[in-house]
Nanobody, 123 residues
């Protein structure tokens, strides 16, 4: 079984930064794809960024590319999402996810999910 625990959310003003963390436990993650998703009130869950655990290959949604950076620390079994130049439209609950389907951005392809952390960006 895989456990994912997010942390680092909060309330920030537009233009500021936050770093989210996702601590993973329960299995070895060398073959997993790790992703960050977000869900705003009344909207569907959407892809934000993903990283391959083994090689560190990354991919971003157009809406965050150039502002957000996903990374991982294999020694700590932790994935990060550095969010810079935050905008009010980034407000959402952010979820960490893990899955074995290669290079996917589809939520249904991720088997394991954290409980989410709230990010609120004020204007």
């Amino acid at each position: 079984q895989v456990q994912l625990v997010e942390s680092g959310g909060g309330l920030v003003q537009a233009g500021n930064s936050l770093r989210l963390s996702c601590a993973a436990s329960g299995r070895t993650f060398n073959r997993y794809l790790m992703g960050w998703f977000r869900q705003a009130p009344g909207k569907e869950r959407e892809f934000v960024a993903r990283i391959t655990w083994s090689g560190g290959s990354t991919y971003y949604a157009d809406s965050v590319r150039g502002r957000f950076t996903i990374s991982r620390d294999s020694a700590k079994n932790t994935v990060y999402l550095q969010m810079n130049s935050l905008k009010p439209e980034d407000t959402a609950v952010y979820y960490c996810a893990a899955g074995a389907v290669p290079l996917t951005t589809l939520p249904n392809s991720y088997a394991y999910w954290g409980q989410g952390t709230q990010v609120t960006v004020s204007s």
